[in-house]
């Protein structure tokens, strides 16, 4: 049994999954994951195009020495529509994370990881990091992958790869109890934090089933889903950057089409990230970055 503020929760251990680092122990809690659950925002309408997201899959990411949890959602669309004339990134299966990350001792949140967009030498993917911080910052950090023992793409002793992570004070994030409100970004279904001052009115909400990240589904999407694969290393969740990628084989040109996507359509996500991200007077997306 774990507490958490007032709350009591059973948590069923799964001792044999190996998708996860040394030291950490994999397990589900429905009613726990469904108290953190990410509140996702559509007023843009991009992600119910063509169709709005079929399953948002949890496990439970623990860290018993360091007294860390974390819960790790997966948000899952059968088909991406993503086209820029001659571009074209549609595809079946898109998959986008978000973690609530809680300190168990205190029951507090402690971080919230959101997969965002990014400049075009990361693929046009990032990583906001929501936690106890004085300021904003962007930084671009190399990171090393599992190796194939935990993670089917990370090779002999882990694959390098690069992201910029937003690391953003946690008390400028809407929360709604415990849980965390995100919005739909772009065509290719990345996410960004909503702003606390910014309480949205009417917007649409999506709402996936809930189901469980289990060995049986990772093996679908690790394994089955041709035309895209889960590339996502999920064995070590509550390292920085937290939300660890590298494409799987047959995608290796998907970074290079989200690059030439990014630079077409959204110009100043790229030179003028940080300014998209941290000032206040850019309309429309301060409404929905937090800074």
């Known amino acids: 049994?774990?507490?958490?503020?007032?709350?009591?929760?059973?948590?069923?251990?799964?001792?044999?999954?190996?998708?996860?680092?040394?030291?950490?122990?994999?397990?589900?809690c429905d009613r726990l994951a469904d108290d953190f659950r990410p509140i996702i925002l559509d007023p843009r309408g991009c992600g119910v195009t063509p169709f709005p997201p079929e399953l948002m899959a949890y496990r439970l990411i623990v860290d018993?020495?360091?007294?860390?949890?974390?819960?790790?959602?997966?948000?899952?669309?059968?088909?991406?529509?993503?086209?820029?004339?001659?571009l074209n990134k549609d595809h079946d299966h898109d998959y986008e994370q978000i973690h609530v990350h809680i300190d168990?001792?205190?029951?507090?949140?402690?971080?919230?990881?959101?997969?965002?967009?990014?400049?075009?030498?990361?693929?046009?993917?990032?990583?906001?990091?929501?936690?106890?911080?004085e300021k904003s910052k962007a930084e671009e950090i190399e990171?090393?992958?599992?190796?194939?023992?935990?993670?089917?793409?990370?090779?002999?002793?882990?694959?390098?790869?690069?992201?910029?992570?937003?690391?953003?004070?946690?008390?400028?994030?809407?929360?709604?109890?415990?849980?965390?409100?995100?919005v739909v970004l772009n065509c290719y279904h990345v996410f960004t934090g909503l702003k606390r001052r910014n309480k949205?009115?009417?917007?649409?909400?999506?709402?996936?089933?809930?189901?469980?990240?289990d060995r049986e589904?990772?093996?679908?999407?690790?394994?089955h889903n041709s035309g895209n694969r889960f590339g996502h290393d999920i064995s070590k969740p509550l390292d920085e950057p937290c939300i660890l990628y590298y494409p799987p084989p047959g995608d290796l040109k998907a970074r290079v089409i989200y690059r030439l996507l990014l630079h077409?359509?959204?110009?100043?996500?790229?030179?003028?990230?940080?300014?998209?991200?941290?000032?206040?007077?850019?309309?429309p997306m301060n409404l929905i970055h937090a800074s």
């Not at 965002?116 to 990583?127: A, D, I, L, R, Y």
């Open 104 to 133: 168990t001792t205190s029951g507090e949140v402690e971080r919230v990881v959101v997969s965002s967009v990014g400049p075009m030498g990361c693929g046009g993917h990032g990583v906001e990091i929501y936690a106890e911080t």
């Open 143 to 182: 990171y090393t992958t599992s190796p194939m023992r935990m993670f089917p793409w990370g090779g002999a002793s882990g694959k390098k790869n690069v992201t910029q992570i937003r690391t953003i004070p946690i008390e400028r994030l809407y929360f709604e109890d415990q849980r965390p409100a995100v």
């Open 1 to 28: 049994m774990m507490c958490l503020g007032d709350k009591e929760y059973e948590l069923k251990y799964e001792p044999h999954d190996p998708f996860i680092a040394d030291g950490l122990e994999v397990a589900y």
């Open 264 to 283: 077409k359509t959204n110009p100043e996500s790229t030179d003028e990230l940080e300014d998209v991200f941290f000032e206040d007077t850019i309309q």
């Open 217 to 223: 589904l990772l093996d679908t999407w690790y394994y």
């Open 200 to 213: 949205p009115e009417g917007w649409p909400e999506l709402n996936p089933r809930l189901v469980r990240l």
């Open 64 to 86: 018993p020495a360091a007294r860390k949890i974390c819960i790790l959602y997966e948000v899952y669309w059968g088909r991406q529509d993503c086209t820029w004339r001659e």
